[in-house]
């Protein structure tokens, strides 16, 4: 039994304050620093992020420099204050984003859940929405229909299969969302505080 997750020294740089993260002379000048086989030259300004701090560069650091493994079997969190890179952490892993430096390895089939209903549409109802989703993470049209009422079960939220998801709670819509991740049977499930809004019973059983 070997490690199904391998993270080896990921380091990840934003830019603040910006929607695209680059800009062409940026992308000369690394590029330029390729060349002349130079590390990035904006990996160097990149401060330690301090939330409650203004920094003096635009450049934060969201992660650096970590390192861990899971074995197969194992669940494992991470804890830390708002910013602390968490969420960075976790769409790195779901190959959401990559990392800047350092790279990670996946072993098996996986399924995330990064925020309260990705991949749903607010105006389909729950029903089409499990198929919607459920194709988007990979199912057929068939498996669905197999696994569609225990689903539906596992979500809880029967009475409302077909009513619009944007009527639904947040906890409502995670549940659905939940349930038919649940039922891709991957083998690393990742999620991102998405079982907050659920209730105590939801956070019981999931
Ligand atoms: N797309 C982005 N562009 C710029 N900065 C980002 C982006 N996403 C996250 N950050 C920054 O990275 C840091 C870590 O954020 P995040 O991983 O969401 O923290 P957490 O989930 O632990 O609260 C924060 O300073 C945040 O502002
Ligand atoms: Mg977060």
Redesign the pocket.
């Known amino acids: 039994m070997g490690a199904v997750i391998k993270v080896d020294n990921i380091s990840?740089l934003?830019?603040?304050g910006?929607i695209g993260?680059r800009t062409i002379v940026e992308d000369i000048n690394r590029l330029i620093a390729k060349i002349r086989g130079k590390e990035n030259p904006y990996l160097k300004v990149g401060e330690t992020?301090q939330?409650n701090t203004k920094g003096i560069s635009d450049y934060?650091w969201?992660l650096k420099d970590i390192n861990f493994e899971v074995e197969e079997g194992q669940r494992f969190g991470i804890i830390?204050?708002?910013?602390?890179?968490?969420?960075?952490?976790l769409?790195i892993l779901s190959r959401v984003a990559g990392p800047t430096k350092g790279s990670v390895k996946l072993k098996g089939r996986v399924a995330s859940l990064l925020e309260v209903g990705t991949g749903f549409h607010p105006e389909l109802t729950g029903r089409d929405n499990v198929f919607l989703n459920g194709a988007i993470l990979g199912m057929t049209q068939e498996e669905i229909k197999g696994k569609f009422d225990s689903i539906v079960d596992f979500s809880g939220v029967e009475r409302y299969v077909d009513t619009p998801v944007k009527r639904y709670s947040s906890g409502m819509y995670v549940r659905l969302a939940f349930a038919v991740a649940a039922h891709l049977e991957p083998e690393i499930l990742i999620v991102?505080e998405v079982l907050a809004v659920g209730d105590a019973e939801f956070q019981k059983n999931a």
Not at 80 to 89: C, D, I, M, R, V
């Open positions: 990840k934003y830019r603040l910006m993260n992020n939330r934060v969201a830390g204050k708002n910013g602390a890179g968490k969420s960075t952490l769409k991102d």
